[in-house]
């Protein structure tokens, strides 16, 4: 349930409840002229009839109800009594007074001004009840502590391990689990020990919540689902019925899992700083753990979670006993990716030069479900072409788009800018090109992409690199820099805002270079990253003290760097000048040059170059010129 929809409730809710006190208020109104009304006998209704005092009167099957001319002793002038004379009527005419009959219920108009407050009362109640069991129905008022949770359950899970690909650690750790439970009595008389919460870790899209699907459909056992998040605003004891709702209906169904998306939500580390919510976090979270606690693993009930920031969980849950195993869901190499593909590729018409070796070359970095979503975006560049299968070609405008964002053709630079842009861009591939232990150039190009890129630069990394040498770091600075080391040189100087993005990375990587690598020789062989918060605390005025004379050396390193960069890629581009312009004519009448266009500029073959990619960068490098 997300805020918005709260709030669009808490509006409607409002509003009934403000119609419930206006009919209160209309009812009020109502009764008190009902009890300015005198019941007489019928009697004194004859008497008043024959003293010719009654204006006028309303007949009724049962009651005779009228107005006086002048009130009664008792300071009313309307009365109602029950009709008892059938010649009345005769009577009244002859005395020359207004008689109306009374349709029959008229008893019924006030037993429904009672009626009807109390129906809208209850409709309040009801759709107050709604919001808080979760759109669960009836009650949630009534019956805090007893709400239904809103838990997904699947009985019949036709995902197996053979749907999760590159993941093969994982899969190999959770086999146990699965043998568990498709035996969770004889596997206990073994003595094997078995987890009972089981931590999958990685960034989103991986495929934790597809490897936890799996584990079920494998051990085919139902599948009890919730989501961390949706805790998230809910009213103080909801969510902690929910867990123990949850665990109960988990094991009447056992063997079975329990999955918990999301736990970070629930589970963040309970500090001094919480805000609001925070109760109610507080309350699920020890209830889950409570759970945790309670329950014997030999029931057949296994608990996994998923998270991608395991750093700020709640500690108590990382207790043993509770989720005391974790496993690692990381971004798959490149013969993972190769293997996500191949799971995900039946799905389309593929050509026959698709080969999916190339498509994992240049993808580094994609999570499963970033490999999914391409080779669904493979298939749209496919069917805007009128394609009759996907082909390779389609894969790599694919990959294109997501890494640097939709062509935008529509934005026309003009002709000094476009000629500042290409000067830029072939500045970054041509130091690329000159400088080993970089990623080989695959593309240049000046057409605008996505927002705030005027022109960009691929490099293409062929393999998975794990380890960077300080060379290879300083090369990349100057690659980085290639660009605006480009534009002054040609334009006397006069640089643009168009490096900015560079700037930025190239600081970045020579940041890390002397903070977390120690590679400079000033600042010395030790780290300056940021540290866990226990470890902040502890030090921090060891911190403080070394900050202002330490913090100086490592700007000056930084610098130092990122200038050094600047000098040489300046220097290639000075040696090259030739090449450049030459490579800048290309791109300002084609727009885009390719690696292979681009070789027999230089007189070699660049795709010999040594290639490497950093571990974490995705796929392939971008360096854009930016807008601003
Ligand atoms: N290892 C994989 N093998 C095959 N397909 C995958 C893999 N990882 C992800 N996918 C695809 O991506 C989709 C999304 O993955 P999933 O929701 O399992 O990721 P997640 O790690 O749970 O992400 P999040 O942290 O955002 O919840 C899957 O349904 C599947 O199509
Ligand atoms: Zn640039």
């Not at 709260?6 to 409002?14: E, F, H, N, Y």
């Not at 894969?395 to 842009?421: H, Q």
């Not at 690329?432 to 996505?450: E, F, H, N, T």
């Not at 292979?596 to 960068?617: C, H, M, V, Y």
Request: glycine share 10%.
């Amino acid at each position: 349930m997300d805020s918005e929809q709260i709030s669009r409730k808490q509006t409607i809710a409002m509003a009934i409840i403000f119609l419930g006190g206006m009919l209160l208020v209309a009812f009020q109104f109502v009764s008190t002229a009902y009890n300015s009304i005198e019941t007489i006998p019928y009697s004194q209704f004859e008497q008043l009839l024959a003293q010719d005092k009654l204006a006028e009167v309303s007949v009724g099957t049962d009651t005779i109800q009228g107005k006086l001319k002048d009130p009664l002793p008792s300071g009313k002038s309307a009365f109602v009594t029950a009709r008892v004379d059938l010649a009345l009527a005769e009577k009244l005419a002859a005395k020359g007074v207004s008689v109306t009959g009374i349709p029959s219920g008229g008893g019924l108009q006030s037993l429904l001004s009672w009626i009807f407050p109390v129906i809208v009362f209850f409709l309040i109640w009801f759709w107050l009840g709604r919001g808080v069991a979760g759109g669960q129905g009836f009650g949630g008022l009534m019956a805090i502590g007893k709400s239904r949770a809103k838990v997904y359950v699947e009985k019949d899970i036709k995902v197996t391990f053979a749907d999760v690909a590159g993941v093969d650690e994982a899969k190999f750790e959770l086999q146990e689990v699965v043998s568990f439970l498709k035996d969770p009595k004889s596997y206990g008389r073994l003595g094997a020990h078995v987890p009972k919460g089981i931590l999958l870790v990685g960034p989103p899209g991986t495929g934790k919540t597809l490897l936890a699907r799996a584990v079920a459909g494998e051990a085919a056992v139902p599948f009890f689902s919730i989501s961390g998040s949706e805790f998230v605003e809910m009213f103080v004891g909801v969510g902690a019925a929910r867990v123990r709702d949850l665990f109960e209906q988990a094991r009447k169904a056992a063997p079975c899992i329990i999955f918990v998306d999301e736990l970070d939500a629930l589970g963040r580390s309970r500090g001094p700083l919480s805000v609001g919510g925070y109760d109610e976090k507080e309350q699920t979270l020890n209830q889950l753990l409570s759970e945790l606690d309670g329950f014997d693993p030999s029931a057949g009930v296994i608990l996994l979670a998923a998270t991608n920031r395991p750093e700020i969980l709640d500690p108590a849950l990382l207790r043993a006993g509770r989720f005391d195993r974790q496993v690692l869901v990381d971004r798959p190499d490149k013969n993972g990716r190769v293997a996500i593909l191949k799971v995900h590729v039946s799905k389309i018409h593929t050509g026959e030069d698709v080969d999916l070796e190339k498509v994992a070359a240049l993808t580094t970095g994609f999570t499963g479900a970033d490999l999914a979503n391409l080779i669904n975006e493979a298939a749209i560049a496919a069917t805007r072409r009128n394609g009759e299968e996907v082909s390779f070609a389609d894969f790599v405008t694919a990959i294109e788009r997501i890494v640097a964002g939709i062509e935008k053709k529509s934005r026309v630079l003009g002709k000094n800018e476009r000629r500042r842009v290409a000067y830029h861009e072939m500045g970054h591939a041509l130091v690329a090109a000159s400088l080993p232990g970089v990623d080989p150039v695959q593309k240049v190009s000046i057409i605008p992409r996505g927002i705030g890129a005027l022109g960009y630069t691929i490099q293409r990394p062929t393999e998975d690199r794990f380890l960077l040498t300080i060379e290879e770091l300083k090369n990349r600075i100057a690659v980085l820099m290639g660009g605006r080391a480009s534009e002054r040189l040609i334009f006397d100087g006069a640089i643009s805002t168009g490096a900015a993005d560079d700037l930025q990375r190239a600081t970045e990587v020579a940041i890390e270079m002397v903070t977390k690598y120690g590679m400079d020789e000033t600042v010395g062989q030790r780290t300056y990253a940021p540290k866990p918060q226990a470890f902040m605390a502890a030090t921090q005025d060891t911190i403080v003290a070394a900050a202002e004379a330490t913090g100086r050396e490592i700007d000056v390193a930084v610098r130092n760097l990122v200038e050094e960069g600047d000098r040489r890629a300046r220097d290639i581009l000075q040696r090259k000048r030739a090449d450049l312009d030459a490579g800048v004519e290309m791109l300002i009448a084609n727009e885009t040059v390719t690696a292979e266009q681009f070789a027999p500029l230089l007189g070699k073959n660049i795709e010999t170059a040594d290639r490497t990619s950093p571990r974490s960068a995705r796929a392939m490098s971008v360096s854009a010129t930016s807008t601003s």
